[in-house]
């Protein structure tokens, strides 16, 4: 079964310090990849997304990402990380016949503090 | 064009009520899905549906209904509330291919 992990539930960071959340997926083909942004109170922003070509992907914000198969991985970067960076970040896996189905993870609460 | 638009944005219920939350796309998107966000556990797929007339169940389907008679709308029905469905309510739809997916504001629910 497809399955999306995040194992760090909650993040401190000082503002202007690099930042990693961790995401690891479970699928037996070539996933479909994506890191969303949700505010509190708000819907979800996508942020960036993998679907093939290349394994490091710019999104905006000034966020990155970097798919590696071997490890089953899609950790989110961003080097400088500002304030209005605190949000709830989730990592979701696009799964069977064109991705039709989505699987988040739990989420990464990121707290930034001055 | 307004995106995604859901309707209530708060609804309180009693066991046993039933309501429909509405959900409304213009991007003439072919695929809608609902989902619902609890605390510790992320965004799980309750159904979604590819075009209209043709839906299937996602991770938690138990409890809710829906159908797809046009492009643009897919409602979520409760035809019984329980307490255990209190949560937020998500809608969201994208193309086919798979590609951006849009999210509405969210429904928040409670059942007492």
């Known amino acids: 079964a497809q399955s999306v992990t995040q194992p760090d539930i909650h993040i401190t960071v000082s503002e202007g310090a690099s930042l990693e959340l961790r995401c690891n997926y479970s699928?037996?083909?070539?996933?479909?990849l994506f890191w969303y942004v949700q505010s509190p109170g708000q819907g979800l922003q996508l942020l960036l997304k993998?679907?093939?070509?290349?394994?490091l992907v710019q999104g905006i914000k000034g966020f990155e990402a970097e798919f590696k198969r071997s490890q089953s991985s899609f950790n989110l970067r961003k080097p400088s990380v500002h304030w209005s960076d605190a949000a709830e970040y989730f990592c979701?896996?696009?799964?069977?016949?064109?991705?039709?189905?989505?699987?988040f993870g739990t989420g990464t609460s990121l707290t930034v503090i001055p | 064009n307004a995106g995604v638009t859901q309707t209530p944005k708060f609804q309180v219920l009693k066991t046993g009520q039933s309501m429909t939350l509405q959900c409304a796309q213009d991007?003439?998107?072919?695929?809608m899905s609902w989902y619902r966000q609890d605390p510790g556990m992320g965004l799980r797929l309750i159904h979604y549906?590819?075009?209209?007339?043709?839906?299937d169940q996602g991770e938690v389907p138990n409890g809710y209904n829906v159908s797809r008679s046009t492009t643009e709308d897919f409602p979520l029905r409760l035809l019984s509330a329980a307490p255990s469905q209190t949560s937020v309510y998500f809608c969201?739809?994208?193309?086919?291919?798979?590609?951006?997916?849009?999210f509405g504001p969210g429904t928040r629910l409670l059942v007492l």
């Open positions: 979701a896996v696009g799964a069977g016949s064109a991705g039709n189905q989505f699987y």
């Open positions: 993998y679907f093939s070509g290349d394994t």
């Open positions: 549906s590819v075009g209209a007339g043709i839906t």
């Open positions: 699928y037996g083909a070539t996933p479909y």
């Open positions: 991007m003439n998107h072919e695929y």
């Open positions: 969201a739809s994208r193309g086919l291919a798979v590609e951006t997916q849009y």
